[in-house]
Each structure stands twice: as structure tokens, then as C-alpha cells.
């Protein structure tokens, strides 16, 4: 199973044992007995849950013909031009298959951020042919000029994002004639705090509209693989972003980033020395994600349990339980139980 461990963090658990990832400047994975994890959870009252029993982990619809049965005005984009700015990951993907459900004529376009997006790009590939999405470079060399100039993107200063508007927004001014829509992949059902922003907001807008706004998180992984167009990157990570992103306390940024070595070792030893220039280190900055698990050890601590003395595993042991977990749990069998994501977020 996957614990929920403050904001964001998973915790993964078997039957007897958790796989707490890097706290320390070596960045390894240690395995601690289920019943120490327990054990600081009680006695600390920890806010941990199943995953699962996350309202926006549920199922809410098991198909795409379902969604617009029950949101008929997405039918009015039938024919009409519209542009979805694509990733790859869950979210932009369902609302491609979404558009091309009411036969809307979708234009997906996908800006590449060198350094940051290179692992996604690579896992991207399959789905940008099948979804012939039109893919925009963002020069490599005026990425390196940022990170020297800027440093590295923080929570408060993301320029990466800026950046890509800006060379979209660009490219629609310069490239886009006649009338369309711009297409908006955001969810509703992603978080209590978005729940209560997109609360008013429809579908269907003067120039944007929101395709999958009613989908949960469960919905998005689902259908998604259903239809043979869920990112590999699922495989590994719960998100497809960035490979160090900083807006994200994730337990999977290390193996994002031990992938991004491994698949292209050319770009990710340019990155390590670009950021290395500026007095940076790779390692550092990847335990900024790990905020949450950091006080998970404080803890162990205080309870006398030593985290350097648990047992080191491999990262892809992480990767697998966590893949197993997204196939069995959420990802389920296309049997209708029509649940309603309003009454679990009550």
C-alpha cells in the first residue's frame, strides 16, 4: 500500500516493512520494519492515510463517453480549432482524448524545457506521435544562460514555467490565425485547494475551455492506460514533470532523476556542471523535495530507532511497489461502481 505522510509525500508499505527514500547527502533508501513506521505514526499522531482512501483517488468516471453524456456542452466544440498545451503526462492526454471524443479539431503543442524536461521528452515520445503533437525547442544554450544568470528555478521563482508561456504564447501570436479555442488540462478533483479555485468554473469559456474539469486523479491514470496512453514515466514517479521540480515534496524525485542519468547521460553530466558552476550541487538540491521524509527521521530518532541502521534497497525496488501499487489500486478493471467524488470530499 501507499501512506499518504503529511503534504505529498508517499510512503510505501508492504506487509511488513517501508521504504523511506533519501534523507541524507548520500540519497539512499532505507527499509524500516512496518512496525517502527507504526510505531512514530502512533505516537507522534502522524496525519498518514491510505492513498486510496484519498476522495480524489477514486474512481468517478470509467469512461469518456460517460463524461460528456453527463457534460453535453463540450459538445459544441465539434469541428472548432483548439490548442492544448501537452506534457505528456496524465492530465493533458485525457484531454486530448477527450477533444477528440466530440470531434473537436485539437492542435496539441508541446514546449520543451532542455535539462528540466529531458527525461519527460524521452518518455513522451510514443505519445506525442500518436497525439501528432507539433513540439517547440526551447534553445538549450538560453536554458543554461537562465540557470546561470537565476539559479535554479525555486517554489517562490519559477521562472521554468514563465519561460515556456512565454515561447507558447509566442508561437500562438505568430503562428495561429482565425478563430480558436485554447484548451486548459486542469482538474477540479486534484486538491481540496484547486477544488475550492475551479469551483465556479464551467467548461466551456470565451476563448478557453476546460475539458476534463470533473475528472479525479484515479479517472486520469485510468482511462488514460485503458486507452494504451499513459506515460511510462508512471512506471517510476507519481508525476510526469520535471526531473527536479520545485514545487513538488515528492519521494520519487530520485529516481526521476537516477533515470535522466541513465537514459541520457550526455545532458544530465551537461546539467550537473551547468549547476555545479554556480555553486550548486545536484544532491542538495534534490533533498530540498525531501522536506516531509527529513522529519519522519527526526522522529525515528526520538524514538531511539537509528535511520543509518536500517538496511539500504535499490531504487527500482521503490519504483516497482509503487507501479504494483498504481495497477492494482486505482488503475482497476473497467467495472462500473459509480462512486461520487463530491460525497468523499465532504
Known sequence: MIVKFYIDTPVICNSSHCYICPCDNNLVVRKIPLEDFLRIVKKYNLRTFPVEEYPYMHRHYYSIE????????????????????????????????????????????????????????????????RT?????????????????????????????????????????????EGQYYIADAVRRYESRPRERRLAKKSHIGKRRVYPILDFTNADAYAICYHH??????????????????????????????????????????????TVESINLKINDIILLNYMYPKKLVQLLKRARLEYEEYPEIKTETVAEAWWSYLKQKIIRPEVHHHHSVRESSS
Open 66 to 129: 460517460e463524461y460528456v453524456e453527463e457534460h453535453p456542452e463540450l459538445k459544441v466544440l465539434k469541428n472548432k480549432r483548439v490548442y492544448l498545451m501537452m506534457t505528456g503526462g496524465k492530465d493533458s492526454t485525457l484531454a486530448y482524448l477527450v477533444l477528440k471524443y466530440v470531434e473537436a479539431d485539437v492542435k496539441p503543442i508541446y514546449v520543451h524545457l532542455p535539462y528540466f524536461e529531458d527525461l519527460l521528452y524521452i518518455e513522451s515520445q510514443r505519445i506525442f506521435e
Open 132 to 176: 501528432e503533437t507539433t513540439v517547440i525547442e526551447i534553445p538549450r544554450q538560453i536554458v543554461k544562460e537562465k540557470i546561470l544568470k537565476r539559479g535554479m528555478p525555486t517554489r517562490k521563482r519559477r521562472w521554468c514555467t514563465s519561460l515556456k508561456f512565454r515561447v507558447l504564447k509566442k508561437y500562438i501570436r505568430e503562428k495561429i
Open 228 to 273: 494504451n496512453l499513459l506515460n511510462p514515466i508512471y512506471r517510476y514517479s507519481t508525476r510526469a514533470s520535471c526531473t527536479i521540480c520545485p514545487n513538488v515534496h515528492s519521494t520519487f524525485t530520485l529516481i526521476r532523476w537516477l533515470n535522466y542519468v541513465r537514459k541520457d547521460p550526455e545532458n544530465a553530466e551537461d546539467f550537473i556542471k
